[in-house]
């Protein structure tokens, strides 16, 4: 028996280091094709820049004719700048984990950086005839051309991962504070191409429940079981400092197996996000680190809040007009509605609404609760009776939400942030729910992007701490455009 356990051994480890070597090779390979084809595309950039300057002459007129042969010398520095900048600026790193603005930011300082020196090569040895401009219109080209190629391959990519292809099955080892900050970086980041497909905790208040669509799959020791078993590409381990023995345990399992495995323990139960890497006399020192969203910032998203909310205020007036002449034609009462909600720290606020119910739907909420079809302490059904015609077209098209604009410019709630809770689900929040009371609720945020009532109410919450830890205007204003499309589709509103 121990000579067959042996054998199956050393199996799974040959099987494992066959499967890593072919991955790294594959990942070395798309890497030179990469880096071979933004070469070709730098050089067609400052092709097709010299064609604009000297035979299209846009922009300015010519003073000096040169031909493209005089070009070759530049056209060397212009390929070396540009190759030795994308390497050191990490262009080529990352390119799984980096969103394509991302790739694009970094892309386009280091193309600025390899247009200045050839600038300066050219003020201080070239003679006059070689155009500054035509330097510019090849970098700008650069930029447009490998941010195509980089915005196909992302399109493509994504195309495969929605059907399953070169999407990374992830096993999590915790599922305490870190291992939910992995299952919402899988969640809210499906770009990285990784799938949960469970996670393992000995804490039986965690390792028996499932959080939102991530399922609970038992204790730590059911580990080689499920490997046996196949379909893990990887592991990762969210335990504390304190269970060393129980990590180098999980990391011998998987080694055995051929299955890659990394740990994220947690320090002093810090949020990983939350930690800081400082030097102290030479000596690295961990604490925490300061909140992102500094005074400045919180100025700024309020900026952003004001002249975007009195923006779409008033565009929305005529359509609330409308809606709210539909709603009084179909049913009495007042077409706005309003409910006690909770606010940033749970502060309670009324939010405004057009009524998409009939007048008595708080009334007949209780006799509806054996139809409630959403976890958690959410209440939603999606034939709900108590909508009435017109306002199952308003919730379709998240018209009834426009007067919230009113609350944004009255500084109770944002245009992107969590969704805003009934006081009574707050009440029936666990700890780690509450993280999504930090900050102002908003009238579109990543949970209306990702799903909406698709959603359990785990991965909403998992969605929303994402979006306080990592929060940006940039990350602002990509929910505001991406919010629009997915608004007129309808998905996932009811």
Not at 217 to 222: I, R, Y
Not at 347 to 360: E, G, N
Not at 463 to 478: F, G, P, Q, R, T
Request: glycine share 8%; charged share 20%; with cysteine.
């Amino acid at each position: 028996m121990t000579s067959q356990l042996l054998e199956a051994n050393r199996t799974h480890t040959k099987r494992g280091h066959t499967w890593r070597l072919a991955g790294h090779r594959l990942r070395s390979a798309l890497l030179i094709a990469l880096f071979v084809s933004d070469l070709g595309l730098i050089n067609a950039a400052f092709a097709l820049a010299y064609v604009i300057r000297y035979e299209w002459e846009w922009f300015r007129p010519i003073a000096y004719s040169a031909p493209f042969t005089a070009y070759l010398p530049i056209q060397a520095l212009f390929n070396v700048a540009m190759l030795v900048f994308f390497v050191f600026d990490g262009v080529y790193a990352g390119q799984r984990q980096n969103a394509w603005l991302d790739q694009m930011w970094t892309l386009t300082g280091s193309v600025i950086k390899a247009v200045f020196i050839v600038w300066v090569a050219i003020f201080i040895y070239g003679p006059a005839v070689y155009s500054r401009l035509m330097i510019a219109q090849a970098g700008v080209l650069v930029v447009l051309l490998l941010g195509a190629t980089r915005a196909l391959r992302a399109w493509l990519e994504a195309r495969l991962r929605a059907r399953g292809v070169g999407v990374a099955n992830v096993l999590i080892i915790g599922a305490g504070e870190i291992g939910r900050a992995v299952m919402r970086t899988i969640f809210a980041r499906p770009e990285l191409g990784y799938r949960c497909i469970g996670f393992l905790d000995d804490d039986p208040a965690r390792g028996h429940t499932d959080i939102g669509r991530f399922p609970a799959l038992g204790e730590v020791s059911a580990l080689e079981a499920l490997l046996d078993r196949g379909g893990v590409d990887e592991v990762v381990i969210t335990l504390p400092w304190s269970a060393q023995a129980k990590i180098q345990r999980v990391l011998e399992i998987c080694q055995a197996r051929g299955v890659r495995a990394r740990a994220a323990p947690s320090l002093l139960q810090l949020n990983l996000s939350q930690v800081n890497v400082t030097d102290f006399g030479g000596i690295p020192v961990i604490g925490p680190r300061e909140p992102k969203a500094g005074e400045l910032d919180r100025w700024l998203k309020r900026g952003m809040d004001l002249a975007l909310g009195s923006l779409f205020l008033l565009l929305s007036l005529p359509i609330i007009a409308v809606a709210a002449l539909a709603i009084r034609l179909e049913s009495p009462g007042s077409p706005i509605y309003s409910q006690w909600r909770a606010g940033q720290n749970g502060r309670p606020f009324r939010v405004y609404k057009l009524r998409s119910m009939y007048a008595d739907a708080d009334q007949r909420r209780k006799e509806l609760e054996a139809l409630n079809e959403a976890d958690g302490p959410l209440f939603k059904i999606r034939d709900d009776p108590r909508c009435t015609r017109v306002g199952r077209v308003l919730r379709k098209l998240s018209i009834d939400e426009l007067p919230q604009f009113w609350n944004v410019l009255r500084g109770e709630m944002s245009i992107v942030g969590p969704r805003p809770a009934l006081l009574s689900e707050v009440e029936q929040y666990h700890d780690w729910h509450r993280e999504r009371l930090r900050v102002k609720p908003g009238i579109t945020g990543l949970w209306q992007i990702s799903g909406r009532s698709e959603l359990s109410f785990d991965e909403m919450v998992l969605l929303d701490v994402y979006y306080i830890e990592n929060w940006s205007l940039s990350l602002d204003v990509k929910i505001i455009l991406r919010t629009i499309p997915y608004v007129l589709s309808g998905r996932g509103a009811y």
